[in-house]
């Protein structure tokens, strides 16, 4: 090892020495309880994410847009710098909820999803500055303003797509045999995917032995990191940067990953190629938290 780069260190590890060294064993062993790993983290999980209504459809993606109050109109704006969601034109409509007028605190937005880039509502963010979307106001929100109320503490984040996967049959073979494939959709958000109060009660209770057992990541972002934008957007501790639901099935993915290394252990099974394997998942583990936290985008 390196103790001065150890991840570095295990990738080459991984890359060159494991597959020469232990060939097809440690991806076998990989499988066997990446397995286990995927079937009690998502049964664990099953709660804070609901089912797909209709037959033969699962949820694939959950997009977030981060959110704060207009100090003009106090409406509630989600920003985002454009509203695509597939190269083909689908994307979303913002649909203003204006209530009483401006003042009004329960001024909010609700989503549509349209198949034509033209119907497409203009993104609420550019070069750091914000546009509110309410039709009565529509006043400039200084990058500043929005900053400052994310240091407050008041910067939200609301669900405005549900991305899933249904399976369709694309024709039969000569046998008869249906062709079938996994085809990506996309709908607005129902109020039954709001599981917040769940995953904040879940997460509460696992809080305590996770900071115990060093299982997430507590420490502060360092002021002389060289993007400080975590902090500037009122996210000052590396965990910061997962919202709760992220939090809590980053934390389950580690609970179990640990579970089963003690589980290899007292059954006997460990030695070299198990190890490896465990290096592998540990790897795929990591790179989730880039495509499963605040600072991800959605890659249309």
């Known amino acids: 090892g390196n103790d001065l780069n150890p991840v570095a260190t295990l990738i080459e590890r991984a890359t060159i020495e494991m597959p020469i060294k232990h060939g097809m064993a440690v991806r076998c062993e990989v499988l066997r309880i990446g397995k286990s790993l995927a079937d009690r983290t998502r049964e664990r999980l099953a709660f804070a994410y609901p089912d797909e209504p209709g037959e033969n459809v699962r949820p694939d993606a959950y997009i977030w847009a981060r959110t704060i109050r207009c100090p003009h109109c106090e409406g509630l704006v989600p920003l985002s710098p454009n509203w695509r969601l597939a190269p083909d034109g689908t994307g979303v409509r913002l649909l203003p909820e204006k209530g009483s007028g401006p003042g009004d605190t329960t001024r909010h937005v609700r989503f549509t999803i349209v198949s034509k880039a033209k119907e497409q509502s203009p993104g609420t963010v550019s070069g750091g500055d914000a546009t509110c979307p309410f039709d009565d106001c529509g006043r400039l929100i200084a990058s500043d303003h929005i900053k400052a109320e994310a240091q407050a503490g008041r910067m939200g984040e609301q669900l405005y797509t549900v991305v899933f996967k249904q399976m369709v049959i694309t024709g039969y073979t000569k046998a008869g045999k249906p ?10 958000p129902r109020p039954e995917d709001d599981v917040s109060q769940a995953v904040a009660e879940a997460l509460a209770e696992k809080l305590p032995d996770w900071e115990a057992m060093d299982m997430v990541p507590t ?4 002021a002389d990191i060289n993007d400080d934008r975590p902090i500037q957007y009122g996210m000052p501790l590396w965990r910061d940067l997962f919202s709760p639901r992220q939090l809590l099935g980053h934390g389950t993915a580690v609970e179990v990953f640990r579970e089963l290394i003690d589980e290899e252990k007292a059954a006997g099974r460990w030695n070299e190629v198990t190890a490896g394997a465990f290096a592998y998942l540990s790897l795929s583990l990591d790179k989730m938290l880039n495509y499963n936290s605040r600072m991800s985008v959605w890659m249309s």
């Open 219 to 222: 420490e502060r972002v360092p």
């Open 179 to 188: 062709k079938e494939k996994w085809v990506r959709g996309y709908r607005a």
